[in-house]
């Protein structure tokens, strides 16, 4: 089943020796309701209950970056060229460009109709002007003539709440998941853009698409870089790197890339707890190098292995929901993403995610062996404050252990 929508298949045999198939499906509007009669000379010919086939979840990867960044050309590149791999690219009609894709969404009696077209390379390409979340669950009635989705976000959108509404329990059994963000970047006009965040004195509350952008992302593509010379390049990576210091980091000309480098990223999967570790090891040691000031920076912490998993949760609700964390100077802060592996007190080892207020433990029981030593965790946000993060995790934990004494 799905979010308003469910569907149900039943076989009864009847005394007569016929069967009655029945077939129920509604969704939030609409019932449909089918009965079948079949008759039968014996019950050799009653045909039995098909075994249900658990299709894999589809992977989603957001595609956002800031106006002119070049993300239509990334988009145009993968519906043009022979890469053969079968992609959904959804391109979202108040984005910069003027592709002949973009002008398949068709208005209806006021309302939005979407068509999916099939390419000549066996890519699916819809455009719509919304969120595309109306179009992914069209797309479903495709299943198996694709696998992975791309969806182009808007050049002023926060990519935050739409990873949220992809970035679903796997219990759940959702047809899709998120697998990552990637960020394009324009080299030629990104420092400009750039430019606000980076203060003397921290007062300003405001943070502007393009660094919302790049504090979310899993893969960053600094794009144009035929445009700008060394010095140009090197000063935008480090202020890249100021605002999110645990992503991997791609320089293209015209959004040219190894589609394999954007796609099976597993960003928000617990497989993928290796990443995790090298990210952490980047981070800090870009901590150690840089002295830029900024609104929104990167920071790891360390967390003492062994914690109790009450007192985690205390500290992440406390950051996250019930904003208690501030800077030193009083600046209210804000957590966009994060990521971690925590050894717990009761020797489980779990990942850690989070975007903006959602976040999630999974569990690692698989190669336990394989996970690297330590528990840390990677935080991305505004007016982040080592000592004073610091000073609230280890108020967590000692009440936590005055909670069992």
């Not at 198996?144 to 990873?163: M, N, S």
């Not at 952490?280 to 609104?295: A, D, G, L």
Request: glycine share 6%; net charge negative; hydrophobic share 40%.
């Amino acid at each position: 089943p799905e979010a308003g929508r469910c569907k149900c298949n039943v076989l009864f045999h009847l005394f007569d020796g016929e069967v009655l198939v029945f077939h129920s499906a509604f969704n939030n509007d609409n019932v449909y309701t089918v009965f079948r009669i079949i008759a039968m000379d014996s019950d050799d010919e009653i045909p039995s209950l098909v075994t249900a086939i658990t299709l894999e979840p589809v992977p989603v990867t957001i595609i956002t970056g800031y106006l002119g960044s070049g993300k239509t050309t990334l988009l145009n590149y993968i519906l043009t060229e022979q890469h053969n791999k079968k992609i959904a690219v959804i391109l979202n009609e108040f984005g910069e460009g003027d592709t002949m894709e973009k002008s398949i969404a068709v208005g209806e009696k006021g309302n939005l109709c979407e068509e999916w077209l099939e390419l000549q390379n066996g890519c699916l390409c819809c455009s719509v002007k919304d969120n595309g979340v109306k179009a992914i669950e069209n797309l479903m009635l495709k299943r198996g003539k694709f696998d992975y989705i791309l969806l182009e976000t808007t050049g002023l959108a926060d990519p935050g709440p739409i990873a949220k509404l992809f970035w679903i329990d796997t219990e759940l059994g959702s047809d899709v998941h998120l697998d990552g963000i990637v960020c394009v970047i324009d080299s030629k006009n990104a420092n400009k853009h750039l430019g606000n965040n980076l203060l003397d004195e921290p007062n300003l509350d405001i943070i502007n698409p393009s660094t919302r952008q790049i504090a979310l992302a899993d893969i960053i593509l600094i794009n144009k870089i035929d445009l700008v010379d060394s010095s140009t390049l090197e000063t935008l990576k480090t202020k890249i790197r100021s605002i999110n210091g645990s992503s991997e980091i791609i320089e293209t000309t015209n959004s040219r890339i190894d589609l394999n480098k954007i796609l099976d990223l597993k960003s928000y999967s617990s497989s993928n707890s290796s990443r995790v570790d090298e990210m952490i090891r980047n981070v800090e040691s870009f901590e150690r190098k840089t002295h830029i000031h900024q609104n929104v920076s990167t920071v790891t912490l360390e967390v003492p292995d062994g914690i109790l998993r009450t007192s985690l949760d205390t500290f992440v609700c406390q950051i996250l929901w019930e904003n208690m964390l501030k800077d030193g100077r009083g600046n209210l802060s804000e957590i966009i993403r994060m990521k971690g592996v925590i050894r717990f007190a009761d020797g489980s080892i779990a990942m850690i995610q989070s975007v903006y207020d959602m976040y999630e433990f999974q569990e690692l029981s698989k190669n336990v062996s394989e996970v690297p030593p330590g528990s840390r965790i990677i935080l991305i946000g505004t007016f982040l404050d080592k000592t004073e993060l610091n000073y609230l995790l280890n108020k967590c934990i000692d009440s936590g252990n005055e909670s069992l004494s």
